[in-house]
């Protein structure tokens, strides 16, 4: 069985001290120093979401002004493809339009000397005859 004895007592005031001591010394301290370490992780972590959710936002941010310039540009191209296209309408209307007047005014030409050239020979036909005749008789 256990004595309980003097000695017994000048052990566990013995062990108190350590304790305490040990505590004042070395418990508190790496406690202490835990606790700094989880408020300087957790105050990182905290950093680290609000810089993603920083960048986050930034990126959409960027696609939709992304977005937007795609729809301005592709409304410009098509703006100006329309305007074009108008342009190569007038420009091909009025060309066809001159390629008309010249035909007309040409076969107009043409068709005035075609009948200088008839009425010409038309004078000149009972003479020919005439010749053709003399050849043809001998």
Same mark, same amino acid.
């Given at each position: 069985?256990?004595?309980?004895? !003097?000695?017994?007592?000048?052990? =566990?005031?013995? =062990?108190?001290?350590? *304790?305490?001591?040990? %505590? =004042?010394? *070395?418990?508190?301290?790496?406690?202490?120093?835990?606790?700094?370490?989880?408020?300087?992780? !957790?105050?990182?972590?905290?950093?680290?979401?609000? =810089?993603? %959710? !920083? +960048?986050?936002?930034?990126?959409?941010?960027?696609?939709?002004?992304? #977005?937007? @310039?795609?729809?301005?540009?592709? &409304?410009?191209? %098509?703006?100006?493809? #329309?305007?074009?296209?108008?342009?190569?309408?007038?420009? *091909?209307? @009025? $060309?066809?339009?001159? /390629? !008309? $007047?010249?035909?007309?005014?040409?076969? &107009?030409?043409? /068709?005035?000397?075609?009948?200088?050239?008839?009425?010409?020979?038309?004078?000149?036909?009972? +003479?020919? /005859?005439?010749? $053709? @005749?003399?050849?043809?008789?001998?």
């Amino acid at each position: 069985m256990i004595d309980l004895d !003097s000695t017994f007592f000048i052990q =566990f005031l013995n =062990f108190i001290i350590t *304790l305490v001591v040990l %505590n =004042f010394l *070395l418990i508190r301290p790496i406690r202490d120093i835990i606790s700094r370490r989880n408020d300087a992780m !957790s105050a990182m972590v905290d950093e680290a979401e609000n =810089f993603t %959710n !920083s +960048a986050e936002g930034k990126l959409k941010n960027y696609q939709k002004q992304l #977005d937007e @310039a795609r729809i301005a540009g592709t &409304e410009k191209r %098509n703006g100006l493809k #329309d305007e074009g296209t108008a342009q190569e309408k007038g420009i *091909l209307s @009025a $060309a066809g339009e001159q /390629a !008309s $007047a010249t035909l007309k005014a040409e076969r &107009e030409t043409v /068709a005035g000397e075609v009948r200088t050239a008839m009425d010409g020979l038309k004078g000149q036909v009972d +003479a020919l /005859a005439g010749k $053709a @005749a003399d050849k043809v008789l001998g």
